[in-house]
């Protein structure tokens, strides 16, 4: 067997749980595991989809041109309508999806906001790719502040109909994805203007590009905003509209309307929220699983990697090497915390739906809290984890061979768009102030998942830290809860001293508010994994909970400062976690390949040559940079130039 084949056989030989029993709780159900298996296979067996080693050699244009052929090959293979058909394959292509944007957030947000009637004009229509639809609502000069977009759609009474309007440049509509070329059809987001009144912002349906030409219509001017940090098939692209007239029907019609010439508001407008819980629930389902890619690539390449001879005279293998080991393991264990909270939030997510469609809005707000919550945190979790992952592969991580690079700019946006990370978090730490604000007279209406707040008295009493090893789960909850009271008292006392809300939170306390919605979101995973420990097979709940500790310790460990700072542990306790830790290194280290594995992905949906089941990286990336590098093909331009034209001057 080739050495390091038989290094990683003899890993996979020292794993103790039974790896399909994790494999099982990463695919929720066999639909979703079968739909995800049977899409590896194909794209990995169809040459126009496959990983293609020389992608990155390739101009955007050429990129672009592939990525359209694959979208006509997954329209033979996949029902794109069906999220289970197509969220697990956002993880295993090269390059994004071309129609992501259509199907995730302007269907989601036409079924929310649109009524029935304007749901069955247009919806069908997105199956048959009839309609391809941007969903614009960022422009040049504002994106998290939706209120003040400029876009107008001005009513005339008159013909009964809108005029959408570009007013400036900073009003131009800017980086909605699949606008440059694809879409003909925008959902536009833009004042409505009503007898002269601005009635706040509305989603309009408008056909941009004619159906059969597909050429741009007049009154818009539309194309594709350039290159940018990976993502570079998706066409984000500008739109501007000159005195555009669109039919009545355009406006979305579920909660505003204009009928017989009156403007009229129905129902609750928070439902607003509910249409971008379908793209910000796959943020955080999806992306956790490109970061298990890169996980997976960087633990077998550190387990075949080998640098520096040890007492015995025997070269050792990376993944031996603590300060390695501390790279890789507390992602690893945190992978599972985040992919159980994807599958977590998939089920509120489905819960909340059902209940908005019986007109019930009791669990939209928190919901809401805590879907912003953690795709800020999960989102920069997962870029943070694939750079982690690049360093631990020295050299080769960076080359576009290993396929971690890409992983890392594939993911990189999701920090930005669906909800800018910090604003986001800003969101979190209004809603916990209001949960604290009314816990004390309502302690009924807390929601399950906030019901620490109802404990705030408990925890800070319970000081019996004698233990503090197997208190992990408390010292979370203790942080959060030390975090909510001061930034509590802090906004009270400011406040005290004369100065506004807006200028106290806007100036004074914002670090406070984003360390305390980032210790919500922790507190929120480590409730999730305990929920997946308890209802897991004895056979795995052990490696499990081992898991869940180095995800706790580490989180700890990291935002020690305010338990440090509000006298909770002492330097002796805090020297007992980083000891667990270490203990924890011991004990998953030599899981660690069986974990990744759990992950059941192939060599091609790797993308990589570096971290391929059968081990052999120098094989593969040596056989890449001379075989597949199409660099190496055409430089007679350069050798001509070379030989003759270019002279040194002396
Ligand atoms: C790859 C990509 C794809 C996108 N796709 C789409 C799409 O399909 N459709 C679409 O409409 N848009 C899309 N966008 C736009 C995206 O939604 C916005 O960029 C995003 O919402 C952030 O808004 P912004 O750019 O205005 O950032 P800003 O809000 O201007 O952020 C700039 C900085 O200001 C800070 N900041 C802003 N407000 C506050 C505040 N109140 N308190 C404290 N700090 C604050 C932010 O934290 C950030 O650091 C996409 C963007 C990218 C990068």
């Known amino acids: ?101 259509s199907f995730a957030m302007t269907v989601p947000a036409l079924r929310f906001l649109g009524t029935d009637e304007q749901f069955n ?25 939706v209120q003040n977009l400029e876009t107008t759609a001005t009513y005339d009474p008159q013909s009964n109909d809108f005029i959408l309007h570009t007013p400036s440049v900073s009003a131009v509509k800017f980086w909605p994805g699949e606008l440059g070329f694809l879409s003909n059809y925008a959902l536009v987001y833009a004042k409505l203007i009503f007898n002269g009144k601005n009635k706040g912002v509305h989603p309009f349906m408008v056909q941009i590009r004619d159906n059969f030409t597909h050429k741009t219509l007049k009154g818009v001017t539309v194309g594709d905003i350039g290159p940018k940090l990976g993502y570079s098939t998706k066409d984000n692209g500008f739109l501007a509209f000159d005195n555009y007239r669109i039919p009545l029907n355009s406006m979305l019609a579920r909660y505003v309307r204009i009928e017989n010439g009156q403007f009229s508001r129905h129902g609750n407008e928070k439902i607003s929220y ?91 707000q928190q919901s809401h809290a805590i879907l912003s919550a953690i795709k800020a945190y999960s989102s920069q979790w997962v870029v943070d984890t694939t750079e982690w992952c690049r360093l631990s592969c020295g050299g080769h991580g960076y080359a576009h061979y290993s396929g971690i690079p890409a992983a890392y700019f594939d993911t990189a946006p999701n920090v930005t768009l669906e909800g800018e990370n910090q604003v986001m978090y800003l969101q979190v730490a209004r809603y916990l102030l209001k949960v604290l604000q009314y816990a004390e007279k309502n302690p009924e209406k807390v929601p399950f998942y906030f019901s620490f707040v109802l404990q705030i008295k408990d925890t800070l009493n319970n000081k019996d830290l004698s233990n503090i090893n197997t208190q992990l789960g408390y010292l979370l909850k203790l942080s959060l809860t030390i975090q909510l009271i001061q930034v509590g008292k802090r906004i009270k006392d400011l406040m005290n001293t004369g100065k506004t809300f807006q200028q106290v939170w806007n100036e004074h306390v914002g670090i406070h ?138």
């Not at 997105?126 to 000069?141: H, S, W």
């Open 1 to 101: 067997m080739h050495p390091t084949t038989q290094m990683l056989e003899n890993a996979r030989e020292r794993v103790t749980f039974p790896i399909e029993e994790l494999t099982k709780l990463i695919y929720v159900n066999e639909e979703i595991y079968e739909t995800f298996m049977k899409a590896q296979k194909i794209i990995a067996n169809e040459p126009t989809i496959r990983n293609h080693p020389d992608y990155h050699n390739w101009s955007r244009k050429q990129q672009i041109i592939k990525s359209y052929e694959k979208l006509r090959i997954m329209h033979q293979h996949f029902n794109l309508a069906n999220a289970v058909h197509w969220a697990p394959l956002l993880s295993i292509f090269q390059g994004t999806t071309p129609t992501a944007v």
């Open 121 to 145: 004009l247009w919806g069908p229509k997105f199956l048959t790719m009839e309609i391809v639809a941007a969903y614009a609502q960022t422009e040049i000069g504002h994106g998290s502040d």
């Open 274 to 364: 509910a249409s971008m819980m379908v793209s910000r629930q796959l943020i955080i389902f999806i992306y956790p699983r490109m970061a298990a890619q890169a996980l997976t690539v960087a633990i077998r390449y550190s387990i075949t990697r080998q640098q520096f001879t040890n007492d015995k005279g025997v070269e050792n293998s990376v993944i031996e090497y603590q300060t390695q080991q501390d790279k890789l393991l507390p992602r690893l264990a945190t992978c599972y915390g985040m992919i159980f909270t994807g599958i977590r939030i998939m089920q509120l997510v489905d819960d909340n739906f059902h209940r908005v469609q019986k007109k019930d809005f009791s669990t939209l």
């Open 513 to 650: 508010l984003l360390s305390l919605a980032q210790r919500y979101a922790e507190y929120f995973i480590y409730l999730v994994f305990q929920e997946y420990i308890s209802n897991a097979n004895s056979s795995v709940k052990d490696i499990l909970q081992s898991l869940c500790d180095l995800y706790c310790v580490q989180t700890i460990l990291d935002n020690s400062s305010t338990l440090i700072e509000s006298g909770q542990i002492t330097q002796e306790q805090l020297k007992s976690l980083n000891e667990l830790k270490i203990e924890l290194f011991t004990k998953i280290k030599p899981q660690a390949i069986g974990l990744v594995e759990a992950f059941n992905f192939n060599d091609n949906a790797l993308r990589t040559c570096i971290g391929c089941h059968d081990g052999k990286p120098y094989e593969y990336i040596y056989d890449w940079a001379t075989k597949e590098n199409s660099v190496n093909k055409v430089p007679q331009a350069v050798i001509d130039l070379m030989g003759t034209k270019i002279k040194p001057k002396l």
